[in-house]
């Protein structure tokens, strides 16, 4: 040792004292973490299987268990302390007839179906996951990919009209235009012929009354007709024929599920946008336009940079 400098060694005491913290940290982490996870919907299919599966793997100091619909008491008889996952549509309306009862996420609902459902309200025991893509990322998403396009044509009925606001305030700071078209009935092609005169790129709205399988033959050759790409609405669409799409798959919703069930009920958003993302494309769409390969990986990495960082 140097002259002047001493060196005091740890007392028994303080080893204790120290052992003593790193044991209540210890244990305060395993109760942070250990909890006891429910997921509900009316059926439980080999999908809903495998999905509980996945999610009990990535959280093997919790109980991950799935309950079917009917075999559950009232929403308000269940422990307070449970965290409750809702895979559908019935498992919501059976959480809606109390507000009383666990905090609950209710997985991939769309925009649409919480407005028919809640309206404008939201729920404070109710966190809502939704399924469509943002309607900015998917604007963003036609600025990466058609970057002359400036006029978005946006077909709508009574349930999706709701969203135009949103779009036009999305569309505005990149320099785009809506072009929207009220399309109350499908069997009339004449406002889809509309809105695909005017417009340079057609963004399709979550509204499965206007994008389903009985629309989109009528939708996609119309479209190819004028050599209109479609974006959107899903990534069901895009392997039917549109061009693009953002979305999130399985391994992105578990690892969403994973983030915020690592967090205390309290601090759960009362609506989120997946984070995670991947962006599908249709190859054979794109030289049909004339469109260079999309690469998608790339894409979407740029549009999350581009989300972090405004």
């Known amino acids: 040792m140097r002259p002047g400098r001493s060196r005091r060694m740890p007392t028994l005491g303080h080893w204790l004292a120290g052992a003593c913290l790193f044991l209540t940290a210890w244990l305060h982490g395993v ?4 909890a006891d996870i429910l997921l509900t919907g009316a059926e439980e299919s080999p999908g809903v299987q495998a999905f509980v599966q996945a999610l009990s793997e990535l959280r093997p100091t919790d109980t991950v268990r799935f309950q079917p619909l009917a075999s559950l008491p009232a929403p308000g008889k269940l422990p307070g302390n449970l965290r409750m996952i809702l895979l559908d549509l019935p498992s919501l309306d059976w959480r809606l007839q109390d507000s009383r009862g666990p905090a609950t996420l209710v997985l991939r609902i769309s ?3 919480a407005r028919q459902r809640l309206g404008n309200a939201q729920p404070p025991h109710l966190s809502l996951l939704w399924s469509d893509p943002p309607l900015g990322r998917q604007l963003q998403l036609i600025r990466r990919i058609l970057p002359q396009a400036r006029r978005v044509g ?3 009925d009574q349930h999706s009209e709701f969203l135009l606001d949103e779009l036009n305030l999305a569309a505005k700071p990149l320099k785009l235009k809506i072009v929207s078209q009220r399309w109350d009935n499908t069997l009339d092609s004449r406002p889809l012929q509309s809105v695909l005169k005017k417009s340079d790129v057609l963004l399709g ?3 499965p009354d206007l994008y389903n399988p009985k629309t ?3 939708l996609l050759l119309s479209s190819y007709a004028r050599q209109v790409a479609l974006i959107g609405p899903n990534a069901a669409f895009v392997r039917a024929g549109s061009l693009a799409s953002s979305y ?5 919703w578990l690892a969403i599920l994973d983030d915020l069930l690592d967090r205390q009920p309290a601090d759960w958003p009362r609506t989120l946008y997946p984070e995670r993302f ?3 494309s249709n190859a054979q769409v794109a030289r049909s336009l004339g469109i260079e390969p999309i690469d ?3 894409v979407a990495r740029e549009l999350a940079e581009g989300e972090r960082h405004p």
Not at 31 to 34: G, I, K
Not at 248 to 252: G, K, L, P, V, Y
């Open 278 to 280: 991947k962006v599908s």
């Open 296 to 298: 998608e990986v790339s």
């Open 216 to 218: 989109a033959k009528n």
């Open 248 to 252: 999130s798959d399985q391994a992105d």
């Open 205 to 207: 709205l979550d509204d």
């Open 111 to 113: 925009r649409l179906q």
């Open 154 to 156: 946006v077909l709508f």
């Open 31 to 34: 109760a942070v973490q250990a």
